[in-house]
C-alpha cells in the first residue's frame, strides 16, 4: 500500500535531526555564496501550473551564476533548443530549486526559492559569455539555503576516474535520437549535434 498522508511518512522515518533542521537558512551566507561562485553546473528545478516537474541541467564557467546579494541569484539563460521548459514554467509557476555542484566536492547546495525572467539589458550585460550577453536570465528570490551532506555523491563515487564509462561503449546521441525519433540518419544527426557543442555554446 502506497503512503498517503504526511503523518504515515513522519510515522516511517521518525523526525529528522536537529542539526538537519537547523541548517536551513532564509538567505545565502558567506559559505553558500562561496560555493556558487565556484560553481559551473547546477539542476534547475520547475513545474507547471498543475505542479508537472521538470529538472534541466545548466552549466558555464565556475560563477556562472551572480550573487547579487544575500537574498538574490543571477542565472543567464544561454543559448540552448528553444524548448524554453524550464523559463515556460517560470512564467505558469515562480517556485524553483536549484542543486549546485562542485566538481571534486560530495557536498552539494540546495536553493529554493521564486523565479521570474529578467530581459533588461543593465541586468544581463554582466552575464555576457565569449561576448555575447544572453536573451533573459532567471532572477531567483531566495527563501531557502542550506548545504546537503555528501552521502549520495560518495555512495555513487560519482568524481572517481574509474567510474567514468568508455564513451564508445554507449551509443552516440545522434544514433539515440535517430532511434527514438525515426527518419533521420544517424550520421548527420551525430555531426549537426557536434557541430552544435563546437560552435553554439554562448
Not at 520547475?46 to 516537474?53: I, L, M, P, Q, Y
Not at 555513487?156 to 568508455?166: K, V
Amino acid at each position: 500500500m502506497p503512503l498517503t498522508s504526511p503523518e504515515e511518512l513522519r510515522a516511517l522515518y521518525g523526525e529528522p535531526l536537529e542539526l538537519s533542521r537547523k541548517k536551513v537558512l532564509p538567505k545565502l551566507d558567506a559559505h553558500c555564496r562561496a560555493f556558487i561562485g565556484i560553481s559551473p553546473f547546477l539542476v534547475l528545478s520547475t513545474s507547471d501550473a498543475e505542479g508537472r516537474v521538470d529538472a534541466s541541467p545548466r552549466g558555464d564557467e565556475p560563477g556562472f551564476v551572480k550573487v547579487l546579494d544575500p537574498h538574490r541569484l543571477l542565472m543567464p539563460d544561454r543559448r540552448g533548443n528553444n524548448r524554453v521548459d524550464s523559463l515556460g514554467n517560470v512564467v505558469a509557476n515562480p517556485h524553483v530549486g536549484l542543486l549546485f555542484f562542485v566538481p571534486g566536492m560530495n557536498e552539494t547546495l540546495r536553493v529554493n526559492g521564486r523565479a521570474e525572467i529578467v530581459t533588461d539589458p543593465e541586468s544581463l550585460a554582466p552575464l555576457a559569455a565569449k561576448g555575447k550577453v544572453p536573451k533573459s536570465a532567471l532572477l531567483v528570490i531566495v527563501e531557502k539555503a542550506f548545504l546537503h551532506c555528501a552521502k549520495a555523491l560518495i555512495r555513487s563515487r560519482l568524481w572517481e576516474p574509474e567510474r567514468r564509462i568508455e564513451r564508445s561503449n554507449f551509443p552516440p546521441f545522434g544514433r539515440m535520437l535517430s532511434d527514438q525519433i525515426g527518419g533521420l540518419d544517424p550520421e548527420e544527426t551525430e555531426s549537426y549535434i557536434q557541430e552544435g557543442y563546437r560552435d553554439r555554446l554562448d
